[in-house]
Each structure stands twice: as C-alpha cells, then as structure tokens.
C-alpha cells in the first residue's frame, strides 16, 4: 500500500459517488457557476458573522453530497473537513449540526486534498464504508483574520489573490459508481523563506512541485499518464513558477495539461488580482467541475495537487517565514483504471 516514502497506492480504489458545492455571489459570476450546487445572492446568508456564514456553506456542502448519493445521512461513518478560520470553528459547528463522528484538519487551502487523501485510506482499509469529505472557506471572513477587513478598504499588491467563499464534499465509497480514488502522496513542509503574505501563490511553487515531483517518481509514472495535473491555488504567479521549476526539473509537464483551480474559477475581467484563493477554492473546482467532466468523459485521469500555505495572523506579525505544504490525490475513472 505504500509506495516509497510518501505515496499511498489504494488496492480498493474508493469511489467518489457524489459531491456537493456551495458558493458566494462571486463565484456566481465567475466561470463555473453552472457546475456549483448552490449559489447564494449574498456573503452573509442571513447570519449575524461571517464564519456563521461559513459553518452554513459547509452544512450545505455536505447536506448536497449526502442528496446527490443513494444513500442515506445515516450511512456514513466519518466527517472529515476543515476550513481557514482560527480553530476551524466553522466546520466544527456544522459537525455539530450534521451529527456525524469528526475528525477536524487543518492544512489551509490545502486542505481538501489532505481530508481526500485521509477518507480514501481508512475506506481503503476497511475503516468505514461512507466518509464526508471537505473543506471549506469565506472571503470576508479570511480577509479579517488574515489581512484587514474588507471595509478597510486596504489596496493589495498585483500578487495578492482572492479567496473563494464556498465549500466542497465529496461523498468517498468502498464500492459505487463514480471516479475512484487510486493513490495519494503526502505533502511535506517546505519553507523557502518567503514572509509576504500578500504573495502565497509565489511561497507555495516549490511545495507543489516537490509533491508532483515525488508522486511520479514513487509511482512510476511519467506526466503524460494524467489528462491533467491540477494545483489548487496557486494563481498566476505560483502557476508560472512551479511550472517553469517542473520543466526545469525535466517534468513533461504544458501548460495544456496543468491547470489550477484559482485560475479557473473566476473569468477574465473579476477583480482577482492574481486569481483565487482559499480552501474552498480546490474543492468547489474539483469536486463541481472537474468530477463532472470526469462525468462526462472528457478526462479519464486527474492528479490533483492541493497547495497550502501554514501561517497565520501571528506568525506573520512576528515576522516569520511562510511554510507550505502540497497534498496531491489521483483520481481515475474508466475501464483502464490501475
């Protein structure tokens, strides 16, 4: 089962039988909207706060997958998320609300692919046969935590990106119909010593490209074997970085076969800055419209590679550096799934 130092290989191969997506009035108009669940009108949906706000998105992600399954709420064994917000006390209430045994993680926009990774292998190992798996995030709840609130009114450089109000589940399976979960790598730590916060996709590069980098290499496989490798978020800078240092690195890799979430989300003309961000930025991406093409077709084989950048309001104001991490999860579907 494990391959190498960091990569999972999942003999079962768990299928993702459903998703769930929720997102803001932004995402509404951005590029996907026709692949989302639900899109709200507003970012407080009748709560008195944001992370209110965030812990009903969440509910609504999940209460989507459980609808878009054959199964019942009752049937599934494990809750696994989380979200931006200090102590992920969003995902925590909404496990209180969908009473369902939680495991609460934290790995930043990273996330997603973290609670995936983790749902397919206790699936894989007999641990449980159903298991809620997601993450999830707000713009204005993270701009107060992270940066300034957003009546601030505070102007941000041409790197900053924006983070996607929203949330993502997918509904993982021991057996189904739908893609399936085929191995997972590990992400590990790596810091390059940047401390801007205002540029996450340039700290993040290196931390998805030694995942991507280390998938391969522990599964044998080249590049080509993906129809696409797709970052979470990484926007225009971090996208142009890790795939100038993949090619570098002599990894196969176009710009027609890796795509990333933050730049896909939103249409040209949305004030993005440098494209989106947030930990549900992934998982509305991958779990609305790349499962869906998966769906119809159109892509067979996906690796996807959560990026996700582990500061926080204080380490920043003492000055420290920004440390990373990339969880990456194949996804297969198909008769050729190995």
Same mark, same amino acid.
């Given at each position: 089962m494990l391959s190498g130092?960091?990569?999972? *290989?999942?003999?079962?191969?768990?299928?993702?039988?459903?998703?769930? &997506?929720?997102?803001?009035?932004?995402? %509404?108009?951005?590029?996907? +909207?026709?692949?989302? #669940?639900?899109?709200? #009108?507003?970012?407080?949906?009748?709560?008195?706060?944001?992370?209110?706000?965030?812990?009903?998105?969440?509910?609504?992600?999940c209460q989507y997958a459980v609808k878009n399954s054959p199964i019942e709420k009752e049937q599934v064994k494990f809750f696994i998320s989380g979200d931006l917000i200090n102590q992920i006390t969003p995902t925590?209430?909404? !496990? $209180?609300?969908?009473? *369902? +045994?939680?495991?609460?993680?934290?790995?930043a926009c990273a996330t997603s692919m973290e609670s995936l990774a983790l749902s397919a292998f206790i699936v894989n190992g007999d641990g449980a046969d159903y298991i809620l798996s997601g993450c999830s995030s707000h713009n204005a709840a993270a701009e107060k935590q992270f940066r300034y609130p957003t009546e601030y009114g505070g102007q941000k450089p041409p790197t900053a990106q924006w983070t996607v109000t929203g949330a993502g589940c997918a509904l993982v399976a021991k057996e189904g119909n739908g893609p399936r979960i085929t191995s997972a790598t590990i992400g590990k730590v790596v810091d390059m010593g940047m401390s801007d916060p205002f540029n996450m996709g340039g700290a993040m590069a290196? %931390?998805?490209? #030694?995942?991507?980098? &280390?998938? =391969? @290499?522990?599964?044998?496989?080249?590049?080509?074997?993906?129809? =696409?490798? *797709?970052?979470?978020?990484?926007?225009?800078?971090?996208?142009?970085?890790?795939?100038?240092? =993949?090619? $570098? @690195?002599? *990894? %196969?890799?176009?710009?027609?076969?890796?795509?990333?979430?933050?730049?896909?989300?939103? @249409?040209?003309?949305? +004030?993005?800055? %440098?494209?989106?961000?947030?930990? !549900?930025?992934? !998982?509305?991406?991958?779990?609305?419209?790349? =499962? $869906?093409?998966?769906?119809?077709?159109?892509l067979n084989r996906i690796l996807v590679v959560a990026t996700g950048s582990l500061h926080s309001p204080l380490s920043v104001q003492q000055k420290d550096s920004i440390p990373c991490i990339a969880h990456a999860v194949s996804i297969e579907s198909g008769s050729d799934v190995q």
């Open positions: 130092h960091r990569t999972w *290989i999942f003999d079962k191969k768990p299928v993702i039988i459903s998703s769930g &997506t929720v997102g803001g009035p932004f995402e %509404a108009k951005g590029n996907i +909207p026709d692949d989302i #669940d639900l899109l709200h #009108d507003n970012i407080w949906l009748n709560q008195s706060s944001f992370e209110k706000a965030n812990q009903i998105m969440m509910e609504e992600a925590s209430f909404a !496990a $209180k609300t969908m009473a *369902i +045994p939680y495991f609460g993680l934290f790995s290196p %931390a998805a490209v #030694d995942t991507i980098e &280390t998938h =391969l @290499r522990e599964r044998n496989v080249d590049a080509s074997y993906y129809d =696409l490798i *797709i970052t979470g978020d990484l926007g225009h800078i971090g996208h142009d970085t890790s795939l100038d240092l =993949l090619q $570098k @690195r002599g *990894i %196969a890799v176009t710009e027609e076969n890796y795509k990333d979430c933050g730049l896909t989300i939103y @249409r040209e003309g949305q +004030p993005v800055l %440098a494209g989106g961000s947030g930990a !549900a930025c992934s !998982a509305v991406v991958v779990y609305g419209h790349f =499962l $869906k093409k998966m769906k119809r077709n159109e």
